[in-house]
């Protein structure tokens, strides 16, 4: 098992397959954005999601950014380990009241518009 750094991504691989892959964004010299976490089906996700999961947390903080996170899986993960050195303040909540909810797919028309 392998993890390879390319500008914005993280991957897992094995015999040249890939297993799970991170991406982010860098903003700017002082902020980055995880943007996605990948596993592929029926492959260990907690354990490969941690492990790239923990070497960007590696890289964002030898490279001195702030973070701000968009993946699901990656909030949990930093709800349950909190790098508040690393990570923004104005995090959006996964759970909960205040949580972004999924737009529908399929608006009703109003009249009007």
Do not use: C
């Amino acid at each position: 098992m392998t993890i390879t750094e390319q500008p914005g991504q993280l991957s897992i691989t094995v015999d040249e397959q890939l297993l799970a892959r991170l991406h982010y964004l860098p903003l700017s010299d002082s902020r980055w954005v995880l943007e996605q976490l990948f596993v592929r089906p029926n492959q260990p996700a907690a354990e490969l999601a941690e492990q790239l999961i923990n070497r960007f947390t590696k890289l964002a903080t030898a490279a001195n950014v702030t973070v701000n996170v968009l993946d699901p899986y990656a909030k949990r993960y930093f709800v349950e380990h909190p790098a508040p050195q690393l990570l923004a303040a104005n995090q959006l909540p996964v759970t909960g009241a205040a949580a972004i909810q999924p737009v529908a797919l399929h608006l009703e028309h109003v009249e009007g518009e």
